[in-house]
Nanobody, 126 residues
Framework: QVQLVESGGGLVQAGGSLRLSCAASGTIFSLNDMGWYRQAPGEQRELVATITRGGTTNYADSVKGRFTISKDNAENWMYLQMNSLKPEDTAVYYC????????????????????WGQGTQVTVSS
């Protein structure tokens, strides 16, 4: 099917920057809408940014002007550039993709289904 792996999290001081990456692999037929979500301790998972198959982006009000979502269609990658980070951005960040995959051995398209990465920790110190 489809597997997602995030990378790029870490510890950064307030005002700093990080770039998260999400790589999709597997028997991918097509990738549809994608997005980044985050979950802070004791909080529910919330939307950070989304990007449609056509490239239209949407951001949570709390990150507008600071974060930029992008993707590389050819390589099945998605990115989140995070600038001017604040302590309240501290959370586990998850990538999400809605995708259709090839079943094997028939190679018939299946889906779409929602897929999630394992999460990457972002910690912003004050």
């Amino acid at each position: 099917q489809v597997q997602l792996v995030e990378s790029g999290g870490g510890l950064v001081q307030a005002g700093g920057s990080l770039r998260l990456s999400c790589a999709a692999s597997g028997t991918i037929f097509s990738l549809n809408d994608m997005g980044w979500y985050r979950q802070a301790p004791g909080e529910q998972r919330e939307l950070v940014a989304t990007i449609t198959r056509g490239g239209t982006t949407n951001y949570a009000d709390s990150v507008k002007g600071r974060f930029t979502i992008s993707k590389d269609n050819a390589e099945n990658w998605m990115y989140l550039q995070m600038n001017s980070l604040k302590p309240e951005d501290t959370a586990v960040y998850y990538c999400h993709m809605n995708a259709i995959y090839y079943s094997t051995p028939s190679y018939r398209p299946r889906g779409p289904y929602d897929y999630w990465g394992q999460g990457t920790q972002v910690t912003v110190s004050s």
